[in-house]
Every structure is written in structure tokens, then in C-alpha cells.
């Protein structure tokens, strides 16, 4: 706590001692990367700072445009210029998976990172990580809740997105009674939690539903049952360029067997996003590194160049071994 206290004052102090600000998050973003971007752009506002928010993303995620501030959200072009005195990177280990707008940060002393990630890249002077938290927009409550900041509606919807994103509706793993605690002081703001939960979780198109049955009626068991993949190819998004697909890496680690979810898409010939998923005993974080990528424990990434023949066996390889790892007992 008193580590806390030091840390979210030191990024308060920076915040003050700034002018002129980029704040980004990982690739592909999510709710927890757009809400702790979106809420630390609502404390730049109040503090009367100037910033950008600038993300390697082609095409935002609409369904989150119920958000403050939504309209500060832009895609990296080379074409534009940026300059800024300071960067807070949020949500994101490292540069990798920042990409390209990692190209605009300041040196080392003008950045802050906030993260709930385990450490990868050491960019940013002031950094506040914590693998223990929920999320970064529980990382943004901590250091917000410190400052002189009225609370309000706006954002306190964006902290509780954020939370209720990362943890699932408060029901993965890393949720924490700090989670509830933080939910129970936002809601009285005037949250309508079933009204988030639909936007985010519940705001499918019909096209988006038949990949997900698609996916689902082509899912594989393997390793005796502990093992879920699923797969959506290539020509199957090329005819369906919009659907929101990513909850089938849940619904992979959703069989009562399995300890191991998969979840894998093409989305251009030959090249595969994965999306891994434990149960709880697996550490998908030390099998998605096997393959260049990363994340935590109980939910992880990569993406490959490969055929999917060729990947679905390496996958089912190494997730093996995994298994193997935390079946076997230590003496
Ligand atoms: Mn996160």
C-alpha cells in the first residue's frame, strides 16, 4: 500500500510536470486497454493537458464508443506528425506489442507505464506493474483514486468497464475482493452494470453469431479431453470480414475436460493469431513464449507464420509438455 501511495504520486507529480502527452496500449486493443487509456485521457483533461491517443489498430472497436472520449481514439499513420514531451503506456509489457506507435515515445524519463503484465521491456522511468492486479484500469483506479479528481459517471464507467472486461463479469481467475470493492464505490456513481455487460459482452451481429457456430460446431478434443482447439480458417473470415470473434478463446476453455483452450484464426493465408486459455493449473503464459508470444498465466497470445497442419501439431506438442509439467509431482 505504501509502495502504492509512492508510486501513484510520482505519476501524479509527472502528470503535473508534463505539458504534452501520447497515451497507448497493446495491439489489438481490448476493454481494459481502450478504459485505462480512455481514463487517464479524462485525468490529462481535468488536469488541462494536452494528449493523443494513438494505437497500431487498423479499425477501433465500435462497441466501445459508449465510452468518454472515444473520439480521441486514432490509428498510427506514418503520415501524420506527433510530437509529444511525455507517453503513458498503458496495459502493454513491451514494445513489440505496441507496435508502431512505440516509434513515438519519449526518452526512458518522460515515460510512465502501468501494467498489469508480467515485465518485459523496460521503456518508461516510472512504472507502476503489478501481476497481481485484475487489470490496468484497476492500476489507473489506484493512482486516480489518490488524486484530487472528482469522480463522476464518466469515469467511473470507464474504470468499472475496464475491470469488468479483464475479469470477465468478475468471474476469471485473477479477479480479486479488491475488484468488488472498487465496483461497489463506482457503481453508486450511476453505473448500470447489465447495461456495460450487454454493450461489451452482449452486442453481437448475426454474422459475428454464425462464425462463433462455425467455430464451435468444428472444435477439437485432444490430449485425453484436456485439450480444446478451435479454429476458424482463412476463407472463413474472408467472408465474414466483420465478426467479432474473440469469445470463442473462452468458450474454448468452457469444456468440462479440458485444462488447455486454443483458439485459432487466419486471418490472412498462413498467418495465425492464437489465443491460449487455462482452467487454472496450466501456464498458457510459458507455452504461448514457446511460439514468440506471451500474456499471463491463465490467458495468453502469439501470432506465426506457418500451415495449420503443421502449427496444430506443434501446439498440441508443447501444450502436452505443459501438462505434463503440472501433472507430474514434485518431490
Ligand atoms: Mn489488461
Same mark, same amino acid.
Given at each position: 500500500?505504501?509502495?502504492?501511495?509512492?508510486?501513484?504520486?510520482?505519476?501524479?507529480?509527472?502528470?503535473?510536470?508534463? %505539458?504534452?502527452?501520447?497515451?497507448?496500449?497493446?495491439? +489489438?486493443?481490448?476493454?481494459?486497454?481502450?478504459?485505462?487509456?480512455?481514463?487517464?485521457?479524462?485525468?490529462?483533461?481535468?488536469?488541462?493537458?494536452?494528449?493523443?491517443?494513438?494505437?497500431? *489498430?487498423?479499425?477501433?472497436?465500435?462497441?466501445?464508443? #459508449?465510452?468518454?472520449?472515444? $473520439?480521441?481514439?486514432?490509428?498510427?499513420?506514418?503520415?501524420?506528425?506527433?510530437?509529444?514531451?511525455?507517453?503513458?503506456?498503458?496495459?502493454?509489457?513491451?514494445? @513489440?506489442?505496441?507496435?508502431?506507435?512505440? @516509434?513515438?515515445?519519449?526518452?526512458?524519463?518522460?515515460? !510512465?507505464?502501468?501494467?498489469?503484465?508480467?515485465?518485459? %521491456? +523496460? /521503456?518508461?522511468?516510472? $512504472?507502476?506493474? %503489478?501481476?497481481?492486479?485484475?487489470?490496468?484500469?484497476?492500476?489507473?483506479?489506484?493512482?486516480?483514486?489518490?488524486?484530487?479528481?472528482?469522480?463522476?459517471?464518466?469515469?467511473?464507467?470507464?474504470?468499472?468497464?475496464?475491470?469488468?472486461?479483464?475479469?470477465?463479469?468478475?468471474?476469471?481467475? +485473477?479477479?480479486?475482493?479488491?475488484?468488488?470493492?472498487?465496483?461497489?464505490?463506482?457503481?453508486?456513481?450511476?453505473?448500470?452494470?447489465? *447495461?456495460?455487460? +450487454?454493450? !461489451?459482452? #452482449?452486442?453481437?451481429?448475426?454474422?459475428?453469431?454464425? !462464425?462463433?457456430?462455425?467455430?464451435?460446431?468444428?472444435?477439437?478434443?485432444?490430449?485425453?479431453?484436456?485439450?480444446?482447439?478451435? #479454429? &476458424?480458417?482463412?476463407?472463413?473470415?474472408?467472408?465474414?470480414?466483420?465478426?467479432?470473434?474473440?469469445?470463442?478463446?473462452?468458450?474454448?476453455?468452457?469444456?468440462?475436460? !479440458?485444462?488447455?483452450?486454443?483458439?485459432?484464426?487466419?486471418?490472412?493465408?498462413? /498467418? /495465425?493469431?492464437?489465443?491460449?486459455?487455462?482452467?487454472?493449473?496450466?501456464?498458457?503464459?510459458?507455452?504461448?513464449?514457446? #511460439?514468440?508470444?506471451?500474456?499471463?498465466?491463465?490467458?495468453?497470445?502469439?501470432?506465426?507464420?506457418?500451415?495449420?497442419?503443421?502449427?496444430?501439431?506443434?501446439? &498440441?506438442?508443447?501444450?502436452?509438455?505443459?501438462?505434463?509439467?503440472?501433472?507430474?509431482?514434485?518431490?
Amino acid at each position: 500500500m505504501e509502495k502504492l501511495d509512492t508510486i501513484s504520486r510520482d505519476i501524479l507529480n509527472f502528470i503535473d510536470a508534463h %505539458d504534452n502527452y501520447l497515451i497507448t496500449a497493446h495491439m +489489438n486493443a481490448d476493454g481494459d486497454a481502450y478504459a485505462s487509456c480512455l481514463a487517464m485521457a479524462y485525468y490529462l483533461n481535468t488536469r488541462g493537458k494536452k494528449f493523443r491517443i494513438v494505437l497500431n *489498430d487498423e479499425r477501433p472497436d465500435e462497441k466501445y464508443q #459508449f465510452l468518454w472520449g472515444w $473520439q480521441y481514439v486514432e490509428q498510427y499513420s506514418p503520415e501524420n506528425s506527433y510530437a509529444f514531451d511525455a507517453a503513458i503506456v498503458l496495459d502493454v509489457p513491451s514494445l @513489440k506489442r505496441i507496435g508502431e506507435p512505440a @516509434k513515438l515515445l519519449p526518452e526512458r524519463q518522460h515515460c !510512465v507505464k502501468i501494467d498489469h503484465h508480467p515485465y518485459e %521491456d +523496460n /521503456f518508461a522511468a516510472i $512504472q507502476l506493474v %503489478d501481476t497481481q492486479a485484475s487489470s490496468t484500469s484497476q492500476l489507473v483506479y489506484e493512482v486516480l483514486s489518490r488524486s484530487e479528481m472528482t469522480w463522476n459517471l464518466d469515469i467511473a464507467t470507464l474504470v468499472f468497464t475496464g475491470i469488468m472486461y479483464d475479469t470477465g463479469r468478475f468471474s476469471f481467475s +485473477n479477479t480479486r475482493a479488491r475488484d468488488f470493492e472498487i465496483a461497489a464505490r463506482l457503481v453508486p456513481y450511476g453505473i448500470k452494470p447489465h *447495461d456495460i455487460a +450487454n454493450r !461489451v459482452f #452482449f452486442s453481437y451481429s448475426l454474422q459475428s453469431m454464425k !462464425v462463433i457456430g462455425y467455430g464451435l460446431a468444428n472444435m477439437e478434443s485432444h490430449l485425453d479431453g484436456k485439450l480444446a482447439i478451435i #479454429f &476458424i480458417p482463412y476463407a472463413v473470415l474472408k467472408e465474414n470480414p466483420e465478426a467479432e470473434i474473440e469469445e470463442l478463446a473462452n468458450y474454448s476453455v468452457a469444456l468440462r475436460t !479440458v485444462e488447455v483452450g486454443l483458439f485459432v484464426r487466419e486471418p490472412e493465408p498462413g /498467418f /495465425f493469431k492464437v489465443s491460449f486459455r487455462s482452467k487454472g493449473r496450466a501456464n498458457v503464459n510459458r507455452v504461448a513464449r514457446a #511460439f514468440g508470444g506471451g500474456g499471463h498465466e491463465h490467458a495468453a497470445g502469439c501470432r506465426l507464420k506457418s500451415s495449420y497442419p503443421e502449427l496444430k501439431q506443434q501446439l &498440441i506438442e508443447e501444450v502436452g509438455r505443459e501438462l505434463q509439467r503440472i501433472t507430474t509431482p514434485v518431490e
